[in-house]
């Protein structure tokens, strides 16, 4: 299994072979390091590969991390759930890739703060005339009282709230171009969250 940590850059177009541009999204792939190399048969009882990605100042983090990471400073840890072979140490970069790839990509979206219920869920609101004066945008009646939830807010009840901040994966995508002296990976479609976004990109 292919797998690296990158970063959302922004959005592009690729001309391909055929003279069709498609849209695609610029991720920074920086090398990663293995951190650590878990197996089924050892204390973890998973197997899997961690890898850290990016730098951060020692200072800044907690001496457990520090002692686990060799006394490195990496902005940020992943694991990746395979049975490959790895070792402490190992660079993974933007190599592993080749064009025609396909890969899925996980991350998380951008936040949007406290929304209501027409911007969160799509509500149509209540009507614009016939005496409507200050529920255009309001989710209207829950269903409360003695009915189906017996007076009390119904688990899974659509209201307004935080949106936004949600782990999405985006399957099916291609690789279009690979730059690996510059890290960068070019991806089709979007892919979740703002730029900066730490990414996992794993092949499908």
């Keep these: 299994m292919k797998f690296i940590l990158a970063t959302k850059e922004g959005m592009t177009r690729i001309f391909g072979e055929d003279g069709l541009a498609r849209a695609g999204t610029i991720l920074s792939a920086g090398p990663n390091t293995v951190t650590a190399v878990k197996t089924a ?18 200072k800044n983090i907690s001496k457990p ?17 395979t049975t490959d072979a790895a070792e402490v140490g190992a660079i993974i970069d933007a190599s592993v890739f080749v064009v025609g790839d396909t890969v899925q990509v996980s991350g998380l979206t951008k936040g949007k703060g406290f929304a209501g219920v027409v911007k969160r869920h799509g509500f149509h609101g209540g009507p614009r005339t016939h005496g409507q004066k200050h529920t255009e945008r309001s989710p209207g009646s829950i269903g409360g009282g003695g009915g189906r939830a017996g007076g009390r807010v119904a688990k899974g009840m659509r209201m307004a709230g935080r949106m936004g901040t949600d782990r999405v994966t985006v399957k099916n995508l291609k690789v279009l171009a690979i ?12 892919v979740p969250g ?11």
Excluded: P, W
């Design 41 to 58: 048969e050892g204390k973890d009882g998973y197997a899997a590969v961690q890898v850290g990605q990016g730098d951060r100042k020692t």
């Design 65 to 81: 991390v520090l002692g686990h990471t060799k006394g490195k400073g990496f902005e940020a840890i992943r694991e990746f759930r």
């Design 179 to 190: 730059d690996v002296a510059e890290g960068k990976i070019i991806v089709s479609g979007a």
């Design 194 to 204: 703002r730029r900066g976004t730490l990414l996992e990109v794993v092949s499908a």
